[in-house]
């Protein structure tokens, strides 16, 4: 590839040799190709950045969450010593505020080993600056992780995985793909058809034109670290948007400086994601032996661990910060901004009962 070969140019070019490639390929491309990835490049996150998250929205997401894990722990039996693996941390928001809290449990900290999963080196460079007094240990392989205990936490993670999709037409179902046109980039089918019985059970009686989206991506890393948590013990926290039930419906979207944009213009300048299909995500962790407990909407989820009591309790130690509180409560609980459409999943060994998820 020479300097001067965008993103661009290199799909179109791969298409003309080799054909029209799937959705899951193109995303793949878009979003961690080396040298030209969405994030393989710079900082995506924030108000200046394409999009925003929970940890970066308040302190009291990742302090939550650290409670959450503290509870978890203590529940293991405070082993002296764990893994805390968090998969795409992002700027190391979450964990700051997370292990901020977390250190006032004694033995906490020392029997903590941080890990870190992540693509993008000016974020791990972001993660080394904010979480360098934890020593944390970037890994390669989602997981490659010793054989302690291990708590695993996703926020925003699993949507940023390649997805296929697959679009039914009469009796069977055909991929979808990216092609070309005259030299512009078109969606298309895949000639081949795949019978109904390909698909999950919930989808076997979709509509003409419906549109299913596997993430299977997402379903082997669930399925890597399950495997290892069957044995070692632990759980995983994903928290994304997405659907609590396999279900048909096209989510994959392009976003760009806060706004929607076209998935097939520019490829690596927008960040492309897709829903979580989280009972996908359930069923691969119980197929390996893990207990799942009922997804909660996000705004459940932080209700029960507290948030409204943080919520004042940050507000009487900073009054001048009350409305800055309560809008930041309001966007990450309101049914109308991430409440409902976030939702939390947790898979954990037996004998654990996950807080924030019943009651
Ligand atoms: N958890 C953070 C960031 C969410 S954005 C937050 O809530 O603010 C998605 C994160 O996953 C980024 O850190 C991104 O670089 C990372 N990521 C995306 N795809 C990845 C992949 N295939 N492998 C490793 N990290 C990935």
Known sequence: MTDTLSLGDLIDRQIVHHGPMSIAAYMGLCLTHPASGY?????????????????????????LVGFFVVNLWQQLGQPRSFTLLELGPGRGTLMQDALR?????????????????????????LQRERLGQY??????????????????????????LPVRQFVRVGANWHERQVGLIDGRRVL???????PATAMPEAVRDAGEGEVFEANLAA????????????????????????????????????IRNHAFADPLAE??????????????????????????APVATQR?????????????????????????????LHRLTDPDEMGTLFKAL????????????TG
């Open 135 to 160: 020593s944390p240990y970037w890994s390669d392989e989602v997981d490659a992780v010793a054989d302690d205990p291990l708590i695993v936490v996703a926020n925003e993670f699993f949507d940023a």
């Open 267 to 292: 490829p690596g300048s927008a960040d492309l994601s897709a829903h979580v299909d989280f009972a996908a995500l359930g069923r691969v962790a119980q197929a390996e032996g893990l207990a799942v």
């Open 346 to 357: 947790c898979v954990h060994s037996d004998g654990l009962e996950p807080i924030g998820f």
């Open 101 to 125: 809290v977390a250190a006032r449990a004694e033995g906490f900290l020392d029997a903590c080993h941080l890990q870190l999963f992540e693509a993008n080196p000016t974020l791990r460079e």
């Open 300 to 328: 459940d989820f932080l209700g029960r661990l507290g948030i409204i009591e943080r919520a004042s309790a940050l507000a009487r130690a900073n009054p001048g910060q009350i409305e800055v509180i309560a809008s930041a």
């Open 219 to 254: 379903t082997d890393v669930m399925q890597r670290l399950a495997r290892r948590i069957v044995t070692q013990t632990g759980a995983i926290l994903a928290i994304d948007y997405g659907h609590d039930r396999t279900q048909t419906g096209e989510t994959l979207q392009a």
């Open 39 to 63: 994030y393989s490049g710079t900082d995506p996150l924030g108000v200046r950045g394409d999009f925003i998250t929970a940890p970066e929205i308040s302190q009291m997401f990742g302090e």
């Open 188 to 194: 298309g089918l895949s000639p081949t058809p795949l």
